[in-house]
């Protein structure tokens, strides 16, 4: 029993949806044939010259030509930020430093290892002082004496030791003053030819290295300590801080990103299907959501020719003017991309053109009945298409209430634009 009422429920609002629904579309066929009978209404506009332009549409993001990484050569500690985002610096400014403790102490130790270095190379370089020499002269005199007196004493107690006047023993001993006087007198002799002579070239050579090697080495602190000094390596605006006092900074790591907005571009996307159209040095309107009432002119500079293969579409680098200095970089703009113009040619509203039997078409007069023309369409903007042939300057033709028009309909005018 329940089913059946629900059954005859349904039926009964069916029965209802169907009524209103035939009922509206006669009333409909009624107010077209009372059209058709008395006239359709329509609204006329003169066909006119003038000039379009076909567009490309696009949107992105406004970027700096040149976006640079202030990052640090050595690793350490930060000891001050001199700057915030949105700070602008100059070229060399001294942006970050970093403690310099440890290098400053290196580099007082290069500097007195390269004094010590000097100090032999001059020695070597130069030779003995005059106190040197005389000690040298004296030491070889003495010897000379002291062999002389060893050496009278040698032959002496070798006749005597030939005779057996002395023991072997004694004789042992005298020969063995007489060979170290002898010694002596050599090594006296030889340090006075290295007095006179100097130093060896190897030894005059090794001094030299020192002191380029300690040249170098402080060489390398006072670089590493002039690296404790971070300066802006273009003029430019900060635009983001990634570090603070007191964090260490690791070589390769941006501590800061700067952004010269000097030299701006506008990158977009633009479809497969259209970016076959664009070529650089096309025109480019651009209009940016937080500049209001201003519109921007650039052209195209690149086509990126690298397709996007998941939005299927390709980067578009476009040039900006601006000279008043308003936009900056990360701001999101709209453009329109010129990619055609045609100049004092025919136009008519897109509205007006409608499609019979695969043909375009328009509809003009001729003793109020719609008169069918068929017309060859060429480029089109968001208001207007051209109009290459079926259609001159001046005619008048339907903009409003065509759809409903088929060749030699009654119409009413009801205006003119």
Request: aromatic residues 4%.
């Amino acid at each position: 029993m329940r089913r059946r009422t629900i059954l005859i429920i349904i039926l009964v609002i069916l029965a209802v949806v169907g009524y209103r629904y035939y009922a509206k579309k006669a009333e409909k066929k009624a107010e077209l044939a009372t059209e058709v009978a008395t006239g359709i209404p329509v609204e006329l506009a003169k066909v006119r010259l003038g000039d379009i332009t076909k567009v490309v549409s696009a949107s992105g993001t406004i970027k700096a030509e040149r976006e640079v990484n202030v990052i640090t050569k050595i690793p350490g500690k930060v000891s001050r930020v001199y700057c915030k985002e949105g700070d602008y610096v100059r070229r060399g400014e001294v942006v970050i430093g970093l403690e310099d403790d440890e290098i400053k102490a290196q580099v007082n130790q290069a500097q007195a290892a390269l004094a010590v270095a000097k100090t032999r190379d001059q020695l070597a370089q130069r030779g003995a002082r005059p106190q040197e020499r005389q000690q040298v002269d004296n030491a070889l005199a003495q010897a000379k004496a002291g062999l002389d007196l060893a050496k009278s004493n040698y032959e002496r107690m070798k006749v005597l030791h030939e005779h057996g006047s002395i023991s072997t023993q004694m004789w042992e001993g005298v020969e063995m003053q007489y060979k170290l006087a002898k010694a002596s007198y050599d090594s006296a002799r030889q340090q006075q030819s290295i007095v006179d002579e100097g130093a060896r070239v190897e030894d005059k050579e090794a001094a030299k290295a020192g002191v380029a090697q300690a040249r170098a080495a402080l060489a390398y602190a006072q670089t590493m300590l002039k690296n404790t000094v971070i300066r802006a390596p273009i003029s430019g605006i900060v635009f983001m801080r990634n570090v603070d006092p007191g964090e260490m900074a690791a070589p390769g790591m941006p501590l800061l990103i700067l952004v010269d907005n000097s030299s701006l571009y506008l990158e977009v996307e633009v479809g497969e299907k259209e970016v076959e159209q664009v070529k650089r040095g096309n025109k480019v309107n651009i209009w940016v959501d937080a500049i209001p009432n201003k519109e921007f002119t650039g052209y195209v500079k690149e086509i990126v020719l690298a397709i996007n293969p998941f939005s299927r579409t390709f980067k578009v680098k476009i040039s900006i003017s601006d000279k008043e200095r308003l936009l900056k970089s990360g701001m999101f703009a709209r453009c329109q991309i010129e990619i055609r113009r045609h100049e004092n040619i025919v136009l008519v509203p897109r509205e007006s053109i409608q499609e019979r039997r695969g043909k375009e078409v328009v509809f003009t007069l001729s003793n109020n009945r719609a008169v069918l023309r068929e017309v060859e369409p060429g480029i089109n903007d968001e208001k207007n298409y051209e109009i290459k042939e079926g259609i001159k300057e001046g005619e008048k033709i339907v903009v409003v209430g065509q759809t409903n028009l088929d060749d030699g309909v009654l119409v009413k005018v009801i205006s003119e634009k």
